[in-house]
């Protein structure tokens, strides 16, 4: 399964760029990090980054220039006709009445735009898109580590298997040769029992035909007639 880089569009826009499912979460010392950098170049009126951003005195509060303005503005139109900072409620009019009190209040912050502009341009983005790809090699990286391992280990059953087959086979034939050579013994024994059973016949055939043919030919020699005697001269 190859895991895929992400959309562009799926991109989150606001802080929660580095702590997003499924490269970022926000149990990652490292993602919080760089999400808690990310917010602290964002106006917390409008939560976007800081479009021109600007600073109110004596509090030093950051806001973006058209956000703290239209505040302000509303603030000091309103029944009370105050301007406070919005994060601290310091009182921004110093005593004194009228629209223009608080425009003085409001300082530019170039330093923090430079930096600012810096970020969203040059490093935001290269920044997120550089750790996506290092997070879907590493989890290629582990994905190859896993089959490796799985195909180690059923390597490993194998060559167990295979000890035991050869075991098996050796002790099979074992009982074999063994079986084989107590066949043959007890064969060997049967046909030296019948070679004795055949050559005690035979010798006691031959004594017994002796015998016969010594009784006959005494038989023969008593039946000659003896010669006759001789004449006298």
């Known amino acids: 399964m190859i895991i895929p880089l992400e ?29 808690s950098l990310d917010l602290s170049f964002r106006c917390t009126i409008c939560f976007e980054l ?12 950051t806001f973006c220039s058209m956000c703290i303005r239209k505040n302000l503005r509303t603030q000091f139109c309103g029944m009370k006709r105050k301007a406070e900072c919005p994060v601290c409620n310091t009182n921004l009019l110093n005593g004194g009445s009228g629209s223009t009190n608080w425009e003085k209040a409001i300082l530019p912050n170039r330093d923090l735009e430079s930096k600012v502009d810096l970020y969203r341009e040059g490093v935001r983005g290269e920044l997120r898109r550089s750790l ?6 590493e989890r290629r990286e582990r994905m190859r580590n896993n089959i490796e391992q799985n195909s180690g280990d059923g390597n490993n059953d194998e060559e167990q298997k295979q000890p035991a087959a050869m075991s098996s086979s050796k002790r099979a034939r074992r009982s074999t040769a063994n079986y084989k050579r107590e066949y043959s013994s007890d064969h060997d024994d049967d046909d030296g029992n019948e070679v004795n059973d055949a050559d005690e016949t035979m010798t006691s055939s031959d004594t017994n035909d002796g015998g ?6 005494a038989v023969d020699a008593s039946s000659v007639p003896p010669p006759p005697p001789a004449a006298a001269s």
């Open 7 to 35: 959309d562009p569009s799926t991109i989150p826009p606001d802080e929660s760029t580095f702590t997003t499912a499924p490269h970022f979460s926000s149990t990652n010392p490292f993602h919080r990090s760089l999400s």
């Open 50 to 61: 800081y479009n021109v951003p600007v600073s109110l005195y004596p509090c030093l509060h």
């Open 132 to 137: 996506v790809r290092l997070d879907v090699l």
């Open 212 to 217: 016969r043919t010594a009784a006959a030919s």
